[in-house]
């Protein structure tokens, strides 16, 4: 069974790929108002030749969609980043400009770049080479939309187009931004996030799909965002986010950004909207004004186009709860690699209690405690801390005095908390078979274990000033063998005074050995998870499928070991050093759930290769027949990875020659 095993886990650690860690050192965003952060903040041409640009500029105007912060702000917060427009004095990595359409310059005849030209601009700055360490957001086509229903309704005495017509005449538009998100894709970009509007509009959706279906059918790689189904979750729930107004000031919403001072005829354009000079209070533009900075959080539009500043956050949480959530159900995969090692411990320990009393039959237990921490070293991805407890109980058969072999069952079950809230329950249940055998100073003994693994998630998603639920369970597979040999060298040290030894210890005076020697393994491992599918019950669209997951391990260990024989007492102690030997990396791949949308793949946490791990302990015979320990191990230097904990156990011989001398 161990041969068979070896060889499956073999097979499946050589065929196993890798993927680098996620790790963003730039935010690049490309295409309009959507994503603006403030370009016409700095720039001397286009829009900023108007009087109202010029105006809101000297008087400190944010100059964006949102009259404030925006989802990009946001976005690179929630990373360590920060973010400035491409416009600003020494350069800015946001190229989105207010206007921007596919492939022409904005509407209204002003210079402003294209979303082609912004990306051929960015690719021209960096001589070809997208950064793959950037975290890339594209959205566009909203201007081109708006061009589109102008020109028709001035062609058609302001009637509107029929719906799907504006999807026939974007394509050309549309072939021409596809084919430049290829090209980024091609220049090593590979974390981009491609949000739909924030917007119901039937056009713009299918506008969407078409954008990402197309893009997907010829290779790129990116992350899909439903802002359209998060729009009509926040307009059904408003209170919940803090809103008295979810509408447009066109539908009858109110205007975060209603009335602006000092611009006549620009009332309500949250693009520009600026602060008053006049105290709050003190008149009609301080009163107006204090109302306008209250509207930005209890508004959902700044505008009749643009978001408020409070729907920009949330929108940008909603984006990063995307991002982070592979690498967070990754740690479902992770946990059980290191769990299982407290079942093989439990067993390696039990061994030399069973050698230690004669006996044929062996029966025995072990209890373990521990601490576990997997978490991202890199900013913005959440960690996951618990306490696994579980419990072993098994039984050995001498064959010979020197080889015996056994089964033993396990239980577990850990608790681990995400960092951003929520947690997931896992419980696994194992048997394993095992032999050891040991030839005067030569030992070796190997396990092979099953088990069934079992979660159930709560991921916890912030949104604003909610905490969104999304609920799972799913359940697996870990199998394992392990294979550990040594040499013990025997070296006397001095001797145990007769009346130390007690009622279990020989008249005479015995000697004190130290059995010292090396230690040489290995662990293999293969985790499997079936695919699931979160629920979220108030109907929120942060849940997400995920597909299933394969987490394939092989540890090799050197080390040494020693113990004492003190009369009924045992020390000892163990240290090895630790190296994984499997691929340095996996895929978690995850679905969108309120929308129909490729899926999209993103790195599993990446753990340290090399670690080290010791043991110190004690044995104890407590009667003739009878014998206990206690363990307390750790593990350090392995990044990504914080584990230590306790084992107990006890182990009883059913038919020692003490035990048959009493019958």
């Not at 965003?29 to 720039?43: E, H, M, V």
Request: charged share 10%.
């Amino acid at each position: 069974m161990m041969l068979r095993g070896l060889g499956i886990l073999s097979l499946g650690l050589v065929v196993a790929g890798s993927a680098s860690a996620q790790t963003f050192n730039q935010l690049v965003g490309f295409g309009d108002s959507s994503l603006d952060s403030g370009y016409f903040r700095y720039t001397s041409t286009g829009w900023n030749n108007e009087a109202r640009f010029v105006t809101a500029r000297a008087n400190g105007a944010s100059i964006t969609g949102s009259a404030g912060l925006m989802n990009t702000d946001f976005l690179a917060a929630s990373f360590g980043l920060t973010l400035a427009p491409s416009s600003a004095p020494g350069g800015g990595t946001n190229f989105a400009v207010a206007g921007a359409e596919n492939n022409s310059p904005n509407i209204g005849g002003g210079p402003s770049p294209s979303t082609v030209q912004q990306i051929n601009n960015y690719l021209a700055s960096t001589g070809g080479q997208a950064n793959p360490d950037a975290l890339y957001i594209i959205r566009s086509g909203g201007n081109d939309r708006a061009a589109f229903v102008a020109a028709y309704q001035a062609a058609n005495g302001g009637a509107s187009p029929p719906p799907g017509l504006f999807n026939v005449a974007v394509q050309p538009s549309l072939a021409a931004l596809e084919a430049s998100i290829r090209q980024l894709s091609a220049a090593g970009a590979r974390y981009m996030i491609l949000p739909t509007y924030f917007t119901t509009n039937s056009d713009f959706i299918a506008y969407q799909q078409q954008l990402w279906g197309d893009l997907s059918a010829a290779g790129v790689k990116f992350i899909p965002a439903d802002s359209s189904s998060l729009r009509q979750y926040v307009a059904a729930n408003p209170a919940a986010f803090g809103f008295t107004s979810v509408l447009p000031p066109a539908s009858g919403g109110v205007s975060a950004c209603n009335p602006q001072i000092g611009f006549p005829g620009a009332q309500g354009y949250g693009l520009i909207c600026v602060p008053s000079t006049t105290p709050a209070g003190a008149g009609a533009n301080g009163t107006a004004y204090l109302s306008s900075q209250n509207s930005l959080q209890t508004s959902l539009f700044s505008d009749d186009q643009h978001v408020s500043p409070a729907g920009q956050k949330i929108e940008a949480d909603y984006f990063y709860s995307l991002i982070v959530a592979p690498s967070q159900i990754s740690f479902l995969a992770e946990a059980p690699v290191k769990t299982r090692l407290g079942v093989v411990n439990a067993i390696t320990n039990q061994i030399p209690l069973s050698f230690s009393t004669p006996g044929a039959f062996h029966g025995w237990v072990s209890g373990d405690v521990s601490w576990l921490k997997v978490r991202n070293s890199y900013p913005g991805f959440p960690d996951d801390p618990g306490t696994p407890v579980a419990a072993t109980a098994g039984f050995d058969y001498a064959i010979t005095r020197d080889w015996l072999v056994g089964a033993a069952f396990s239980g577990g079950t850990t608790k681990q908390s995400f960092s951003l809230g929520g947690d997931y329950r896992q419980t696994e249940y194992a048997v394993s078979l095992y032999s050891a055998y040991r030839k005067d100073a030569f030992w070796l003994h190997g396990i092979a274990t099953w088990g069934t693994l079992n979660d159930d998630i709560n991921r916890m998603v912030p949104l604003g000033i909610t905490m969104q639920s999304n609920r799972g369970s799913t359940d697996g597979t870990n199998i394992s063998v392990a294979a550990e040999t040594g040499y013990n060298f025997r070296t006397a040290v001095g001797s145990l005074p007769a009346a130390a030894g007690g009622a279990l210890k020989a008249p005479a005076a015995m000697p004190i050995y130290l059995t010292h020697g090396p230690i040489f393994g290995i662990i293999a491992q293969q985790v499997h998870l079936n695919p699931f599918a979160e629920t979220n019950a108030s109907g929120a669209p942060t849940n997400l499928a995920f597909a299933s997951q394969l987490r394939n391990s092989a540890v090799s260990e050197l080390g040494y070991q020693a113990s004492l024989n003190l009369g009924i007492w045992e020390p000892y102690a163990r240290a090895v050093w630790n190296h994984e030997l499997a691929g340095s990396g996996r895929l978690v791949t995850a679905s969108l759930l309120s929308i129909t949308a490729p899926s999209y793949s993103l790195p599993a946490v990446l753990l340290g290769k090399d670690w080290g791990s010791g043991t110190v302990g004690t044995r104890i015979k407590f009667a003739p027949n009878a014998t206990a320990f206690a363990a307390f191990y750790s593990q350090f230097a392995q990044n990504n990875v914080t584990t230590y904990g306790g084992q107990i156990g006890v182990n009883v011989a059913f038919d020692s020659p003490a035990v048959r001398a009493k019958h």
